[in-house]
């Protein structure tokens, strides 16, 4: 039972990974500015993952949201605010720079999960973190403003909300989180349009963000979040850093944003931990579950 839930939270995650690798570019093409689109990705997003859920669980939805409490509330804000920082952190530095900050994710995992879920982290997760942290000094530190530029500062903050955001969803994961995602979609729009945010599009922006607010984002989001119920969170922050090493090169070929060696070479080096932490996983699972029984 383990093994396949594990399994099964390794696929879903894996192809929420998949979805998201073209979120970046997205929004390098929307020419709006970065809180104009962060309004409008976050209310389609909302909208569309309301919808689903209006779907699929009808008359039962007011219940499910109750179910929530706290933590939803908790966990809809990092939602809202995580959506809204990676855009500003996309805006003002080159993706690259912001993914693999990203990738930093499983360290903020890991803090999380031993102080407050009091859950040991697996010996893989943790020899794997100081060999991401090089990969994302070596990639990120000799770019222009240096580590502390504010587009790696806002990346950070996402990268630490993220973490604290998984680490919610693994510890309540008889609960369905998806609704977090919507609810924070919705509080991230509300809040921007009240600050004033102007909300004027052209027209080929508008089609940008509706195929990202309505498929992307809300295909992506779900699968990770439903998958994040079934892997611990340093593991599921591990495979995101899938999105840290494809998503500039997808940059790269649709915009023509450059990467730096430094940022190849970083990357390489992250991209390697995660294959290995993955390929060391899956055969610590297999020694457990033991041969599978003759037939």
């Known amino acids: 039972m383990v093994g396949s839930e594990h399994r099964r939270g390794l696929l879903l995650t894996s192809l929420g990974v998949a979805a998201i690798i073209p979120d970046a570019t997205f929004v390098r093409l929307v020419d709006a500015s970065s809180m104009t689109n962060a309004m409008w990705r976050t209310g389609l997003l909302g909208i569309s993952l309301g919808v689903f859920l209006a779907a699929r669980y009808r008359g039962d939805l007011l219940g499910v949201l109750r179910s929530l409490g706290g933590w939803g509330v908790v966990a809809s804000v990092l939602s809202g605010s995580g959506t809204v920082l990676f855009v500003v952190a996309v805006d003002r530095a080159p993706v690259s720079n912001v993914l693999l900050i990203l990738a930093l994710s ?118 990770i979040t439903l998958g994040g119920r079934l892997l611990p969170s340093p593991e599921t922050a591990l495979l995101l850093l899938g999105e840290t090493a494809l998503s500039p090169l997808f940059a790269a070929w649709v915009v023509g944003e450059a990467i730096s060696g430094r940022a190849l070479v970083g990357g390489c080096l992250v991209l390697g931990v995660l294959v290995v932490h993955a390929a060391i996983g899956l055969k610590e699972l297999s020694a457990i579950e033991g041969p599978l029984p003759a037939r």
């Open 106 to 223: 499983p360290f903020w995992a890991a803090v999380w999960t031993k102080a407050f879920a009091g859950v040991t982290v697996a010996r893989r997760t943790l020899l794997s973190m100081p060999f991401a942290l090089v990969g994302v000094t070596v990639a990120v530190g000799g770019t222009s403003g240096g580590l502390l530029s504010d587009g790696n500062l806002f990346a950070l903050c996402c990268s630490i909300g993220l973490s604290a955001n998984l680490t919610i969803i693994r510890t309540n994961k008889h609960l369905d989180m998806v609704p977090t995602t919507a609810c924070g979609g919705f509080l991230a729009c509300l809040t921007l349009a009240l600050a004033g945010t102007d909300a004027a599009l052209s027209g080929e922006d508008f089609v940008l963000l509706l195929v990202l607010g309505l498929i992307i984002l809300p295909v992506a989001m779900a699968l």
